[in-house]
């Protein structure tokens, strides 16, 4: 028998439900529900609920299971993590947890409902503990995703201003304020970008590994940055598949009898990877050399799609990133395109159909 916990995490407060659960008989029983503040007095109050259902010291039999919800996840999960570590902790990503509870039957969506089926979800299924947020890879989150933001909202402020200046009357005020706007935030960028630099730079231990990811065409610093703080250093994946997956970058295939849909990304992932990797692309492309552009011309050539391409390469140049981050090598062109005619004598793509070079290269 274990205790489960399910919480459906909101920006405010929390939703918990406490299961008892018969691994034998897989049968589970809701032995309370409750709401708690997100603040750290509630998380206090909800430790001293649990305590009081399942033992004073509760051991290796409770489970508690939470949806990686923005960032409002965050301060519980690390609350517990740090003060609370006999608890197997996991987080999941809302699309699995939403999956599991329609497979479970429940169309309904509230915060009760959402909390007693990741309840049900942490007892049945074998997740993974959560790993926590290492502060030097958190705060560099925080810095590359405020710096990206801002160049969202500088650009719409351009767009807005071009149009201004473009219109039948032109507004001066108008035009001065949207001018001092763009010119602050461009400030703004400049200091978060010798910020991230300098977070980078402050460990010694990292200058090797960086370099190794440098070696790559088109990779700078300001990628290398976004990625790492987004990954946490590649330290919550021990394979290519869950880093692909996590960037969204992984392909969805529906097909049904007779019926074949078209394969797409799944596009279900950090949205401030894929991002990084657009203008690491662009570069490569517009290089026209490499072993990664021999790859773009030969998925053009095959499906006449640029954009399809530049994704492609994307996702290629991401899959680098970490063989080499993990296997401490540096880029080399002339080992990858000898993996690439290997290949490609041993594998025959069907008649429209790319091949499709690999990765594993650099792990040999």
């Not at 509230?110 to 299924?125: P, Q, V």
């Not at 991002?275 to 030969?298: C, D, F, H, I, T």
Request: glycine share 6%.
């Amino acid at each position: 028998m274990i205790y489960s916990l399910g919480i459906d995490i909101g920006k405010d407060e929390f939703s918990a439900c406490l299961q008892r659960y018969n691994l034998s008989e897989q049968t589970h029983q809701v032995i309370a529900r409750k709401d708690f503040k997100n603040t750290l007095s509630g998380f206090k109050a909800y430790m001293r609920w649990v305590n009081s259902h399942t033992g004073k010291h509760p051991g290796s039999g409770v489970r508690c299971t939470m949806e990686a919800t923005g960032v409002y996840y965050e301060p519980l999960a690390l609350f517990v993590d740090e003060h609370h570590r006999q608890i197997h902790l996991a987080v999941v990503l809302p699309s699995q947890a939403k999956k599991y509870i329609e497979s479970r039957g429940l169309r309904s969506k509230t915060d009760k409902i959402d909390a007693y089926g990741l309840a049900l979800m942490g007892a049945e299924r074998n997740l993974p503990a959560w790993k926590g947020i290492d502060p030097f890879w958190r705060k560099l989150r925080a810095l590359t995703r405020t710096r990206a933001d801002l160049m969202d909202q500088r650009t719409q402020l351009g767009n807005q201003l071009h149009a201004l200046k473009h219109s039948g009357r032109p507004e001066p005020e108008v035009e001065q304020s949207l001018t001092q706007c763009i010119e602050a935030i461009s400030q703004q960028i400049d200091r978060l970008t010798e910020l991230i630099g300098k977070h980078l730079r402050s460990r010694k231990d990292l200058r090797t590994q960086i370099a190794y990811l440098k070696s790559i065409p088109g990779v700078g610093m300001l990628t290398i940055a976004s990625i790492l703080a987004e990954t946490n250093g590649f330290a919550n994946f021990c394979k290519i598949s869950q880093l692909i997956s996590f960037s969204g970058y992984d392909v969805v295939i529906k097909e049904s009898g007779k019926w074949s849909g078209k394969p797409k990304l799944s596009k279900q992932g950090s949205k401030y990877i894929r991002r990084a990797m657009y203008m690491p692309a662009n570069v490569v492309v517009r290089s026209e050399k490499g072993p990664v552009y021999e790859l773009y011309q030969r998925l053009y050539a095959n499906h006449n799609v640029k954009m399809k391409a530049h994704v492609a390469v994307q996702k290629k140049l991401v899959s680098y990133m970490y063989f080499l981050w993990n296997k401490q090598q540096y880029f080399d062109p002339q080992k990858i395109r000898n993996q690439q005619a290997r290949h490609q004598k041993k594998v025959t793509p069907p008649k429209g159909e790319a091949t499709v070079d690999t990765p594993l290269v650099l792990s040999q």
